[in-house]
């Protein structure tokens, strides 16, 4: 995309383009007794006076066969009514007596005829222009501002060699004026780049007409200097016509050809403004909504501060109160019942002899604990044959794994089927051409020690050197099915044999030998500022070379300071991705990638130089080794957690029971049970054809591991809390009971948040969504089945004192002895400091203030933060470290200058007569004022908001003044109605001829059409239909430069158009300058919002088109993606929770404290300058599934314990906050701290930091402000002491 202005898509020589300064030379036999009579004017009796001339006629020819003009100062001559009749046509100004021959009068409007295409379009710079040459070759007056300075002999005849013109600034100015911004469509620069030598002002104009040039070079055959005013003593009086300007209204000229136009400036659109609101107090200026949220805060912490008073205050008074009833009260009773509790489990439901802890449990959950009491008993029963069938389930499930592909195509990564992207960009490629392959080399200078700064790169041993290389690339082959395929079987040529290659080597012609010939590095500098002008420096492809497309690291103009050689090779592309054209460009590009790294880069190096290089299929190839790169990495913290946890499940490891008590291999099965899942949900898509992706393979094994490996630590506490006086079959039954409902809400949770994320068009997002959702299924479903089944076994075994991992090795009865100890209930370390220190430190009154008041503030910080996150994803970050595309992004950011291409598209153009829709496009004169191009070159002038650097090409403006009659050069037809091509070019010329006359077989050629053949100069239907093919196959040469072919051969869609409707054409424009991922979003934007205004306005289809718009659709909406996948997500389970435990307060809790970890974790990504895209919505969407982890055990255990909230708090960390501690918190923290070894940067970006932030705020917000919240604003308790035990529970009201 960077490189589209390079696209030189057409031929065009303008080494006649200075003989319209030669305007004084004919052919033709002198009327012998007029210069009889006046040959003594020569001798030095000059007479400058009105109706007198300086110049007439021609007396010789230089060596080169330009001609000269005679220094024949005579009165001038009355013409006869056919040359009067001519001079008016052209020249309105000249009446009466004129200087100048009929032949000259010929001569002159041929060599006029080739700048009249590039100035048509402003009628005033045309007209300005015309009367500049028309004043110094046919003016009755001419001897008043010319005087000849010098003579020579040729031929024994005395001949013009030098010339003062004299001409105010005023006219000058007028002439530079209105001339200055009009454009050369083809090339889409300014005409005087083409005419001008590119001209700053009047006076390089007036410079740049008047050099002589060389023997076989273009230009004038004589000197002419231009003077502003004339010696008072020589009675002379400097050209003042009138110059026309082009604010004028009834010459009509466009607004991009006119900045000053009335179309222009009448409907200028208005500077951009920013839309951001903001607050400013003294030197404070903040944003409205940072300034809001602040006051927020204060009002929500005033508030809570306001309750908490009045809450202590009452609590304080009540607790007063009941002292004496406290005091009065039986001791032991009490202490009966303390005890009773901390020796049993609150949620325990089994009897007791005569009191117990009930819990009231809505519907779901009530049947939810009747299903696990039977199911537990069962699976303890018969732990083989239900370890056997899911085993078999998920094993059956991964043979689809036969299928496993992987998508690394990025347009069906990010780009969704039904994208407006995508079917514009396949309207595009199929009605107009795929934009063609980039393979590019940048060779760059290193900075000095000295002062830092970039020596210049443009050295003789540089372009040498350069030459090497290209000898290189030129002797490249590559093998493609035993074809040997070069870059001139692939390469783009706009016309003839030659590549279109963009590089300063074009200025020799790509020939070596050109070097010395041409002047070397002096050449190259020359052609810097007259690439358009000079013959020497056209391309070997024979068309001018902008030296912006092959240098970078310039400032303004100044090439000759240029850093780099950009080097780039445009190759053909196809619409068929699979088509042997294309496997033929991938093949060359391979051999290109592997000769620049085997053999470029050593040469350039040793030179002390630096060489960046890229093909188009780079991006591709690079990322799928990027899937194997980091594979050690990856592996390495996958084994760190799988070593965790399987220390993690045992017991406090003791010498002499560690063989027993440890769970190592229940931990290595429960591992595997997780992979299984995932391989499980990849072998089910894979089965019915859904490819897999990189983030899926990166992100799901982690997201299953978090949750697996809470609830497997879940499941085993559970049943190491059970009382081992009651049977194996009722302590797996009961700790199904205390924990599967809320296992089974959590996962239910995260199932459901996960599948409506397949719901969102983006693929990588719908698909991570799809395969998440199942993956934490089959986890869920092979917890509470196989790894229930697996718990058996190891219990089983401990309680045979067999050891772990060697479980058919029994200890002796001595071990038995020591071992007693094995499964009590003996709270763990993790487990007591939960309850007894943390829990303690949290119930402290004034440390919740602080938590709560720092936890929303960082919350409200956080929302403020989120609007700084910039959409994007860095292509440097996807890719490994060391790749050779680090240094090619680089050398890309710090040397060009240059914006993508972009194409404004317009379907279904009706060019018939009874249309208006051809005025509705163009902007040459008659054009309406609000139409494509005009609004286009208006856009143009405020490029910070719009992001189009300059008027658009249009091949329909050129069309126009092709076929016009002013442009005779042009649309012409021999006697029998065929093109006849301009007289430079076969048939009228030969091949290989260097000059031809007039005779010939076009001699007999004329215009296509005249005034009275056009409706107000528009073609009618069948004219534009006859000759639109002409102009598209027309070479553009010196006499016709506005010839279509190449530069719109893929601008319009001639199939079908003979019924009066163009399916397609497109008009070539610029986005400026895009540096970061943000000014591409912005600029798609800006363009889609200005092609939607303009189809309004017009009542057309058009739609803007550039190469990298497909991959970067998916950011116009990727805040409303982000925030519609984690709306539903987080939303989905609150409805879950709300449905399950039918409780309104608790799932409100749950759903405050989800959303702030998601709304902090995006805090981070601001602070982290984290970019949102798919890699990281997917992230965010995975962090809800985790915290539905870290609050939905806290809750539900807080919710069925006993006692005060503080009380109830104590005991819900106690019971579950170490298992939700050690079973997510450290095991991803030890393996995310690996990741930041990653060879890749994604990972340490969006793995590892995000991660690790997701980590520690689920962390901060599940085991510290959700015990918090709960204590101050939880639930009522479930649970209540009964006397007797209930057989079904009872449901609780809201």
């Keep these: 995309m960077k490189l589209s202005r390079r696209k030189i898509k057409f031929l065009q020589s303008i080494s006649l383009f200075q003989v319209l300064f030669i305007l004084c030379v004919v052919r033709a036999e002198r009327p012998d007794a007029r210069l009889l009579a006046t040959s003594n004017s020569v001798a030095g009796e000059v007479k400058h006076a009105e109706e007198f001339c300086a110049m007439y006629d021609i007396c010789g020819a230089r060596s080169d066969r330009k001609v000269l003009n005679c220094p024949y100062n005579i009165p001038s001559v009355k013409p006869d009514d056919l040359l009067s009749s001519k001079v008016q046509s052209l020249c309105p100004t000249i009446t009466g007596n004129v200087c100048c021959t009929e032949y000259q009068f010929d001569t002159l409007r041929t060599q006029v005829q080739q700048a009249i295409p590039f100035l048509v379009g402003c009628p005033a710079c045309l007209r300005n222009f015309l009367n500049l040459f028309c004043e110094l070759t046919c003016s009755p007056n001419q001897s008043l501002f010319i005087n000849v300075t010098s003579v020579s002999k040729v031929s024994n005849n005395l001949t013009v060699d030098g010339i003062d013109y004299y001409i105010t600034d005023t006219f000058g100015q007028g002439l530079y004026e209105s001339c200055k911004d009009v454009k050369f469509g083809t090339m889409n620069t300014r005409a005087l780049d083409f005419i001008g030598g590119g001209a700053q002002n009047f006076k390089d104009w007036f410079a740049f007409i008047g050099r002589r040039a060389a023997p076989n070079l273009p230009g004038s055959p004589y000197t002419i200097k231009f003077w502003p005013s004339a010696p008072e003593s020589s009675g002379m009086i400097p050209m003042n016509v009138s110059a026309y300007s082009c604010a004028d209204g009834s010459l009509g000229c466009s607004c991009g050809d006119c900045t000053s136009s009335p179309v222009c400036s009448s409907t200028a659109p208005p500077p951009h403004k920013s839309s951001s609101c903001s607050v400013k107090m003294g030197s404070l200026n903040a944003k409205c909504v940072d300034f809001a949220l602040a006051i927020l805060y204060i009002i929500l912490v005033s508030l809570f501060f306001g309750w908490g008073f009045f809450h202590r205050k009452r609590e304080r008074s009540r607790s007063f109160r009941m002292k004496p009833l406290v005091n009065a009260m039986d001791g032991s009773e009490l202490h009966s019942v303390e005890r009773q509790k901390e020796e049993n489990l609150p949620m325990q439901m089994l009897g007791t002899p005569r009191t117990r802890n009930r819990i009231q449990l809505s519907i779901v959950q009530g049947y939810m604990s009747n299903f696990y009491r039977k199911y537990g008993k069962w699976v303890a029963r018969n732990p083989t044959l239900v370890l056997s069938l899911s085993m078999a389930l998920v094993l059956l499930l991964c043979l689809g794994l036969i299928r496993f592909e992987v998508e690394t195509r990025p347009e069906k990564l990010w780009v969704g089927p039904g994208s407006r992207a995508a079917e514009e960009k396949l309207f595009f490629d199929s009605h107009l051409a795929p934009f063609y392959r980039i393979e590019e080399l940048i060779l760059a200078t290193i900075p000095d020690t000295t002062h830092g700064n970039l020596p210049s790169i443009v050295t003789e041993s540089n372009i040498k050197l350069l030459f090497e290389i290209q000898k290189k690339i030129d002797g490249l082959r590559a093998n493609y099915s035993g074809s040997m395929i070069s870059l001139t079987d692939i390469c783009m040529k706009p016309l003839g044999q030659d590549c279109a290659t963009q590089s300063v080597l074009q200025y020799f012609k790509m020939d070596p030998k050109n070097f010395d010939d041409f002047g070397g590095v002096e050449h190259v500098k020359y052609c810097f500022q007259h690439y358009t002008s000079t013959e020497s420096c056209m391309s070997a492809f024979k068309g001018p070379l902008d030296p912006s497309t092959a240098l970078g690291g310039f400032s303004g103009n100044n090439y000759s300071e ?322 050779y595309l680090q240094g090619y992004f680089n050398n890309i950011s710090e040397h060009l200058r240059i914006g993508p291409p972009l194409y404004f598209v317009v379907k279904n153009y009706n060019y018939s007569s009874e249309s208006r829709q051809t005025n509705q496009l163009c902007s040459i004169s008659q054009c309406d004022s609000n139409s494509l191009l005009n609004e286009i070159s208006r856009a143009s002038l405020i490029p910070q908001s719009s992001y189009i650097a300059k008027p658009a090409a249009s091949w329909l403006d050129d069309f126009l003044v092709w076929i016009s009659p002013e442009a005779f050069g042009c649309c012409r037809k021999f006697t029998n109605g065929s093109y006849c091509p301009p007289d430079d070019q076969p048939p009228c010329c030969p091949s290989g001829q260097s000059s031809c006359g007039s005779a010939g077989v076009c001699n007999d050629c004329t215009t296509c059409f005249h005034h009275s053949d056009l409706l107000k100069d528009r073609p009618s239907t069948i004219q534009f239909k006859e000759k639109l093919p002409w102009f598209l196959n027309a070479l553009p040469s010196a006499s016709c430069a506005k010839g279509g072919h190449g530069a719109y051969t893929n601008s319009v869609d001639l199939k079908g158009y003979e019924n009066g409707i163009v399916q397609a054409s497109s008009f070539r424009t610029y986005h400026t300058p895009l540096n970061r991922q943000i000014d591409y979003v912005n600029s798609m934007r800006a363009a889609r919002e200005f092609s939607s205004r303009v189809s309004d306005s017009l009542q057309m289809e058009i739609f803007p088109y550039s190469v990298f718009y497909m991959f970067f659709e998916q950011y116009l909406d990727i805040w409303r993606t982000a925030l519609i996948n984690l709306a539903i997500a987080i939303g989905a389970v609150f409805v879950v929770c709300l449905i399950t435990t039918c409780s309104f307060w608790s799932s409100a809790i749950i759903l405050l404290v989800l959303t702030m970890i998601v709304v902090d974790l995006m805090g981070v990504m601001a602070i982290l300058k984290i970019q949102l895209n798919a890699v990281s919505v997917v992230n965010l969407v995975m962090a809800v599934g985790i915290a539905v982890e870290f609050c939905v055990h806290i809750t539900h255990a807080f919710s069925v314990s006993s006692g005060d909230k503080n009380q109830r708090m104590k005991e819900a960390l106690g019971t579950v906050g170490a298992s939700v501690f050690s079973g997510i918190t450290l095991t991803k923290l030890v393996g995310v701290i690996v990741l930041c070894f990653s060879r890749t940067e994604v990972f340490v970006v969006y793995y590892f930091q995000m991660y690790l932030a997701l980590v520690l705020l689920g962390f901060l917000h599940g085991l510290v402000f959700l015990p918090v919240v709960l204590s101050v604003f939880g639930p009522p308790s479930r649970c209540m002491l009964v006397e007797r035990q209930e057989e079904r529970p009872s449901v609780s009201s809201l």
């Design 562 to 883: 240029a850093s780099a050689f950009v080097v780039t090779y445009p190759v053909n592309n196809a619409v068929d991705r699979e088509g042997n054209e294309t496997k033929k460009a991938v093949a060359w590009e391979k051999a290109f990638v592997q000769l620049a790294k085997d053999e470029l880069l050593p040469m350039v190096q040793s030179k002390n130089l630096t060489l960046a290089f890229s093909s188009e299929s780079s991006i591709e190839e690079e990322l799928k080794t990027e899937s194997t790169a980091d594979a050690i990495t990856i592996v390495i913290s996958y084994l760190v957690m799988f070593a965790y946890i399987s220390l993690t499940l045992g017991d406090t490891p003791h010498l002499s029971s560690f063989y027993i008590s440890s769970k190592v291999l229940l931990g290595l099965s429960g591992v595997v049970l997780v992979m299984l899942s995932v391989l499980g949900s990849v072998g089910f898509f894979s089965a019915i054809g859904v490819k897999s992706t990189l983030i899926i393979m990166e992100v799901i094994p982690f997201l299953v591991l978090a949750v697996g490996v809470d609830n497997m630590c879940i499941l085993v506490h559970a049943v190491k809390r059970q009382q081992l006086e009651l049977p194996l079959e009722t302590r797996i039954s009961n700790a199904l009971v205390e924990v599967g409902p809320s296992i089974t809400l959590a996962s239910l949770s995260e199932v459901l948040a996960f599948a409506v994320g397949s719901f969102i068009p983006m693929p990588a997002c719908r698909v991570f969504s799809m395969f998440a959702a199942l993956a934490v299924l089959l986890d869920f479903l092979l917890q509470i089945t196989a790894f229930v089944a697996l718990i058996v076994f190891d219990f089983l075994r401990a309680e045979d004192k067999r050891v772990d991992c060697i479980p058919c090795l029994k200890l002796s009865s001595s071990y038995a002895d020591s071992d007693k100890g094995i499964g009590q209930r003996k709270p763990g370390l993790l487990a007591r400091y939960m309850k007894e220190v943390h829990a303690t430190i949290l119930s402290l009154w004034g440390v919740k203030i602080a938590v709560i008041s720092l936890f929303v503030a960082f919350t409200l910080a956080s929302i403020a933060l989120c609007t700084r996150i910039e959409p994007g994803l860095e292509q440097k970050i996807v890719l490994p470290r060391d790749s």
